[in-house]
């Protein structure tokens, strides 16, 4: 539930909000420029897709195509233009970029919004530590378009031009934890028992029916990523396989090549080396859907034409960066909603 303030269109409400909006438009701009000048090709995705995608923890808006005859067949708005840009690689493209819009549900508070911004881009041929130095350059690039010499939010500042902090996921469990991660991880098989008596010492409530991967989840929210990105951004590198369904694993197998870009303890990027099997890819979403069923009582389509894309698309590393959140922290906005030129229609508003 969000508590910003409605309607977002009264002269006064809007007037507080211009300023972030002028700044949003800079950016924009810096970002089309910044991946114009590496010979991009910006793509428009279509938004209804068979499949929303299949992460566990990602709901969609669902929807339905009537045919001029009447019939009907579900459709769903995007999570993201993931599996739209894979099929772009498939066909040839092999630097591509997406600027819009993308839907996820059950998700709005001062950093989520139903309908929000996602810069998107894939490299083919490319691994994906060069992705870490995308975001590193785009970082140093909408900053500067913004005015912004730092990035702010929730008392805490980062800077932008400063070299990134690489940091991978087991050190920072370690560091901020005082949790043995790897420990709990033997191959593909993870120890839910070893990890819940973990998060019980450092006072993080686990119930009965968390997997690994929801207490992986809570002490990640809890106790590290409230402490990432300060004075610099931070790469926070190799997930356990387990939390990349769509990233290969490194050459140790409990390893996937993923990482997220924080700053200001705010997660603004989650970057791939991209699954290319599409047997493997099929039985992890399989997997991933059969999680979702167990925990919300419902299950997406499995996209076929995306699977089958698979087979020819090259090499790849994909990232997809929040836009709003990054012009949150540029502009030192408090709410999401503050840098969303028209925000969505509050249906549940606070009382």
């Known amino acids: 539930m969000s508590d910003a303030p409605s309607p977002w269109w009264r002269p006064d409400r809007y007037a507080d909000r211009r300023p972030f909006l002028k700044a949003r438009t800079k950016m924009a701009a810096a970002a089309r420029s910044f991946f114009g000048a590496q010979h991009f090709v910006e793509v428009d995705t279509a938004a209804l897709q068979i499949s929303p995608g299949n992460e566990a923890h990602i709901s969609a808006f669902a929807t339905q195509i009537i045919s001029p005859s009447a019939e009907t067949s579900p459709l769903y708005l995007h999570s993201s233009p993931e599996f739209a840009m894979k099929k772009l690689l498939a066909a040839g493209e092999e630097r591509i970029f997406s600027f819009g819009h993308a839907f996820r549900n059950r998700e709005r508070d001062k950093l989520h919004h139903p309908e929000f911004t996602l810069l998107e881009w894939y490299r083919a041929k490319t691994p994906y530590q ?208 503050q840098v969303i030129w028209t925000p969505v229609a509050e249906a549940f508003p606070s009382k």
Request: with cysteine; net charge negative.
């Open 130 to 337: 060069r992705l870490i130095e995308d975001c590193a350059g785009l970082l140093a690039a909408l900053a500067q378009a913004a005015g912004a010499d730092l990035l702010v939010h929730g008392g805490a500042s980062a800077d932008p031009f400063e070299d990134l902090e690489l940091l991978g996921v087991a050190e920072a469990f370690d560091r901020y934890a005082g949790v043995d991660l790897l420990a709990t991880v033997d191959g593909s098989a993870t120890d839910r028992d070893a990890l819940a008596s973990a998060a019980g010492k450092i006072g993080v409530r686990v119930v009965a029916d968390d997997s690994w991967s929801d207490i992986f989840s809570k002490i990640l929210s809890v106790k590290i990523e409230p402490q990432l990105g300060h004075g610099r951004a931070t790469i926070l590198m190799d997930y356990p396989a387990s939390e990349a369904a769509l990233a290969n694993l490194q050459e140790d197998q409990r390893l996937a090549e993923r990482f997220e870009l924080y700053a200001c303890g705010v997660e603004l990027a989650n970057g791939f080396g991209e699954l290319t099997d599409p047997v493997e890819q099929r039985r992890r979403l399989v997997a991933e859907m059969a999680e979702r069923q167990r925990i919300y009582g419902e299950s997406y389509p499995l996209d076929e034409d995306f699977l089958a894309a698979l087979a020819l698309m090259p090499p790849s590393s994909g990232v997809a960066l929040g836009f709003d959140r990054l012009v949150m922290l540029a502009t030192a906005a408090e709410r999401i909603e």
